[in-house]
């Protein structure tokens, strides 16, 4: 009889622990069914055909799969849900970490090995960023700003290429801002600079990130730039401690700041690297694509126009000369960011098309990081594509289509740049924002502005909106023949 109580029991457990597990397959398989892929290399369309890889396994596998890339688990998630989850519900910056995120894409991810003291220390250097960013830091560099824009354009040609002209000028403000003042003053300094960073820049590749000690020419681009860059800092921090030492002062920038904040050359050359990444990349592209957005819906420029003269009329007692550009220098940060609606539905309608073909990725770096039951591994990466968001006919009407009403109400009205939570995703959202936001919207304003209040008669070459390659890692954003 025991015997019998005991295979019974034994039946039972048995029976319990099979479907537990087959239920658990399934929820799993339900959730995230794997995308078929070579061994080791994985899915290795996500590097040279990124976009239509990941549209083509969503029309596949629906909103929620998972590939492999050499050897590392990357979980797609979309949908409304699955977006509260990513932007909101994922974890803080120690739990899901977009710098480990994106380094699939400029690096070799490291392997298992995730540790919560590293992202703690990026987390320092997020803090010294916010610090450099603050309001006050900011507010100081608005009149360097205006001086450092209207001398770049000053010198332009007739016909520019802004992907080229803008792009160095943008350049020129984020250095002055996040770097020193010897790389913003010294236009020979900062010329070797920036062509450094942009070897960097161009050195990343699917296979120098396959293969990171494999001898090759993006590898050598890569150590040159980088050795190179290290030097110019190195040389500057090396005479502003000679300078010191003979009692002289040092400029206030935030290079100073990082020196008296006790940071390595290393950890210096990490921070700006990354602010530069994130600042002149991103700007560096998307006002160029606001210019030639207005440039064929023009009726928004004479509105953007009478704002500003509003806006500076209100420091000058009402008189201007109307023979000459306004002198958008008196203006001040809450001026560009509470006066100018009309300006901030243009320029963030043009980030809402930019960032519709982009991702946005997480690295899980501590267990517990939950979604529909399913635990993703520690050292996995969660991949949101934005055009989920920005594309989303449920969200836009006519998503494809430049319309700034879509953040403007009424032209009399502010511009209320969040919509709905998390319809509208540009800057980051919910726990994971943009540490940088501030900044970058207020460049975007500026150089915009400036370049419409300099030229407001400008017309693009051909009349034709340039084709970009949606696909191309190193130029996104970019058009091949501008």
């Not at 590392?72 to 974890?91: I, M």
């Not at 209320?416 to 943009?434: E, L, M, N, Q, V």
Request: glycine share 6%; with cysteine.
């Amino acid at each position: 009889m025991k015997s019998v109580i005991y295979a019974t029991g034994l039946a039972v457990i048995s029976t319990a622990l099979i479907f537990g597990i087959r239920q658990k397959l399934i929820d799993q398989k339900f959730y995230f069914q794997t995308v078929p892929s070579l061994p080791f290399i994985g899915s290795w369309r996500f590097f040279n055909k990124r976009l239509d890889f990941l549209r083509e396994c969503t029309k596949i596998y629906g909103p929620f799969f998972r590939f492999n890339i050499m050897g590392y688990q990357v979980f797609n998630l979309s949908g409304p849900e699955a977006r509260q989850f990513f932007f909101a519900g994922a974890g803080d910056r120690h739990e899901v970490n977009m710098s480990e995120g994106v380094a699939i894409f400029v690096a070799t991810p490291r392997k298992a090995n995730v540790k919560v003291n590293d992202s703690i220390k990026k987390t320092l250097l997020i803090r010294r960023l916010t610090y450099l960013l603050s309001n006050q830091r900011i507010e100081r560099h608005l009149l360097n700003w205006s001086k450092d824009i209207n001398e770049q354009m000053s010198q332009w040609d007739n016909i520019i290429d802004p992907f080229k002209n803008i792009y160095d000028l943008v350049f020129l403000i984020t250095s002055r801002t996040i770097f020193a003042n010897e790389l913003a003053n010294d236009k020979s300094i900062r010329t070797k600079f920036s062509d450094l960073f942009s070897d960097l820049e161009r050195s990343t590749s699917f296979v120098s990130n396959l293969i990171p000690y494999l001898p090759s020419s993006n590898r050598k681009l890569r150590n040159d730039a980088v050795t190179g860059m290290y030097m110019i800092l190195n040389d500057v921090i090396s005479a502003r401690t000679a300078a010191k030492a003979e009692g002289l002062s040092c400029p206030d920038d935030s290079l100073q700041y990082l020196i008296d904040s006790g940071d390595s050359v290393s950890e210096i050359m990490a921070f700006i690297t990354g602010g530069l990444f994130a600042g002149v990349i991103t700007t560096g592209i998307q006002v160029p694509w606001a210019i030639i957005h207005l440039s064929k819906n023009r009726k928004w420029i004479p509105l953007i126009l009478a704002e500003l003269e509003s806006a500076v009329k209100a420091h000058t007692n009402g008189d201007i000369d109307k023979t000459k550009p306004l002198d958008l220098s008196v203006l001040t940060m809450d001026d560009w960011e509470k006066q100018l609606p009309t300006l901030t539905a243009c320029v963030i309608e043009t980030n809402r098309l930019i960032t519709a073909d982009g991702v946005s990725m997480r690295r899980v770096m501590t267990p517990g990081i939950v979604f529909k039951g399913f635990e993703f591994p520690v050292g996995s990466f969660l991949i949101y594509q934005m055009g989920d968001t920005h594309n989303n006919d449920e969200l836009y009407e006519n998503p494809k289509l430049y319309n700034p009403l879509n953040f403007l109400n009424k032209l009399d009205t502010p511009v209320t740049d969040s919509r709905k939570p998390f319809d509208y995703i540009g800057f980051g959202a919910g726990r994971h924002p943009c540490t940088g936001m501030r900044m970058a919207k207020l460049e975007l304003r500026m150089v915009t502005a400036s370049f419409l209040n300099r030229f407001p008669e400008f017309e693009l070459v051909g009349g034709v909106i340039p084709e970009i390659d949606i696909n191309d890692l190193n130029k996104i954003g970019v058009p091949s023949a501008p």
